[in-house]
């Protein structure tokens, strides 16, 4: 018997050293059977539970930047250093109002864009939402439609082909690649992205808010494109004058 026992517990540690490697296609597959087995429910549905209790929370902040609900245009800015997600909304005039921050309760990596898959990395850009997800094990997503064009197209500059795919802005407080923000906020975001409607919202997901600093003097290596990729994010970004949400 202690033979067997002992046979047992190699082999089982076995397994484990060789599944290191493999660790990530196992959770993977772990939240995929978990998606399979939850109860599916459509965009609209989730709007209609949890649309009341948004709208009570939006309300005293749509009024108090004037413009009405929903908006025609959403901008949502990750700033990665600062872990806050800006929301900023346009009405009838186009004009962007600063409408409130919410915390980015967990992102993974470093300062630096996103280059392939499994490098934990959020990815830094300007993007849309790409799709709703109304059944996220992380209770409600936003997909963000990455790679985009330019990021397909730098990888292929660069000889990057897999580049990493299922970039979420989402509920709970864990994340690998994505921004995770709580539930409270997943719900408000969710329901403001299906109310507006996902072709009239855009994201821009910065290392740093460049409307107050540069980047730090200690920056990881990154590709020579870079630059211009935060030039563009920069040029973006004031659009949106930093006033008192």
């Given at each position: 018997m202690k033979i067997r026992r002992h046979y047992f517990l190699l082999v089982l540690l076995a397994f484990c050293v060789c599944a290191i490697p493999f660790r990530m296609k196992i959770v993977h597959a772990a939240v995929a059977a978990t998606?399979?087995?939850k109860a599916k429910k459509t965009v609209a549905e989730r709007v209609a539970e949890f649309g009341g209790v948004v709208h009570a929370r939006m309300a005293p902040v749509f009024t108090q930047v004037g413009?009405?609900?929903?908006?025609?245009?959403?901008?949502l800015i990750g700033l990665k250093a600062e872990r806050i997600m800006e929301v900023w909304v346009a009405g009838a005039s186009n004009e962007w109002k600063h409408l409130k921050d919410?915390?980015?309760?967990?992102?993974?990596?470093?300062?630096g864009p996103k280059l392939e898959e499994g490098d934990g990395q959020v990815p830094e850009g300007l993007y849309r939402v790409e799709s709703l997800n109304p059944n996220s094990l992380y209770?409600?997503?936003?997909r963000v439609n990455y790679p985009n064009d330019d990021d397909r197209q730098r990888g292929k500059l660069d000889g990057?082909?897999?580049?990493?795919s299922d970039i979420m802005i989402h509920g709970s407080a864990c994340s690998i690649g994505c921004l995770?923000?709580?539930?409270?906020?997943?719900?408000?975001?969710?329901v403001l992205a299906a109310e507006t409607g996902i072709?009239?919202?855009?994201?821009?997901?910065?290392?740093?808010?460049?409307r107050k600093r540069g980047l730090p003097p200690q920056m990881p290596d990154h590709p020579a494109w870079t630059g211009e990729r935060y030039e563009a994010i920069k040029k973006e970004l004031g659009?949106?004058?930093i006033g008192k949400p």
């Open positions: 998606k399979v087995a413009v009405p609900y929903p908006p025609r245009h959403v901008t919410y915390p980015i309760l967990a992102l993974s990596g470093q300062l209770h409600l997503a936003l990057r082909k897999n580049l990493g995770a923000m709580g539930d409270e906020a997943a719900e408000d975001l969710f072709e009239n919202i855009s994201i821009i997901l910065s290392p740093v808010d460049f659009k949106f004058k």
